[in-house]
């Protein structure tokens, strides 16, 4: 079966240093999601892509976060500084949505866990 | 705007046992809606969907019928084994008039789930 594949799976890291976390969505999806896994929250949604492109990333801290997509097989999300409270799992979901939008299930990566000290 | 709620957990069953757990929404037109497994250190699973009311959704003896009337789709299983233990989560997905528009998940907060042998 086609996976959704995130690296690392775990980082730990000192406040303050820059965090790169990796996905590769499943081939032929044009939809990309990052999401953010808390005890305290539960799951939010950081942001997410179509057809590469930036559609919402009201969910996520502009001064400090970044999302993009170099080219259709990459989604990376960027921490630069990180801090303590940026620590929980954060996975990468992809999906396809075609031209008349539809509610298609999402397809999630088993996350990168991240641990800022 | 568009809300999920699930019973809260933990729950916590014998093996066979007969399971529900409970899915209340709050949306505006015909959301789809979807129930998601996580197992202990993995993504979020799809475990079933209903697009429309009235429909049920069925997979691995689970089972979720879309209720529009009472706004609601609660998980059910009539005999739980151990490795049915995992975090569950109802979400739905918004309708969209826009050509290609939003694929966008709403969430629950998840109820964790324990089947004691």
């Known amino acids: 079966d086609a996976r959704v594949t995130q690296t690392p799976r775990h980082k730990v890291t000192e406040m303050g240093q820059e965090v790169t976390m990796r996905c590769q969505p499943i081939?032929?999806?044009?939809?990309v999601f990052w999401y953010r896994q808390t005890m305290m929250q539960g799951l939010e949604l950081l942001a997410y892509?179509?057809?590469?492109?930036?559609?919402?990333d009201s969910g996520m801290p502009k001064d400090r976060f970044s999302a993009e997509m170099p080219d259709a097989t990459l989604a990376t999300l960027k921490i630069q500084p990180s801090e303590p409270r940026d620590s929980a799992v954060y996975f990468c979901?992809?999906?396809?949505?075609?031209?008349?939008?539809?509610?298609?299930?999402?397809?999630f990566g088993d996350g990168t866990r991240l641990s800022i000290l | 705007g568009n809300s999920v709620t699930q019973m809260e957990g933990p729950v916590t069953l014998s093996e066979e046992a007969f399971l529900t757990i409970n899915c209340t929404y709050t949306?505006?037109?015909?959301?789809?809606l979807f129930w998601y497994v996580q197992y202990p250190g993995e993504g979020l699973q799809l475990l079933l969907k209903?697009?429309?009311?009235?429909d049920k959704g069925s997979n691995k003896g689970f089972e979720a019928t879309y209720r529009k009337e009472t706004t609601s789709f609660h998980l059910e299983k009539g005999s739980v084994q151990v490795s049915d233990s995992a975090v569950y989560f109802c979400?739905?997905?918004?309708?969209?008039?826009?050509?290609?528009?939003?694929?966008?998940?709403?969430f629950g907060q998840g109820t964790r789930l324990t089947i004691n042998p």
């Open positions: 892509f179509r057809n590469r492109a930036p559609l919402d």
């Open positions: 209903a697009t429309k009311a009235d």
């Open positions: 949306a505006t037109g015909y959301p789809s």
């Open positions: 081939l032929g999806h044009n939809t």
């Open positions: 979901a992809s999906g396809l949505v075609g031209q008349g939008g539809g509610n298609q299930p999402q397809h």
């Open positions: 979400a739905l997905s918004p309708t969209t008039l826009i050509p290609g528009g939003a694929q966008k998940l709403v």
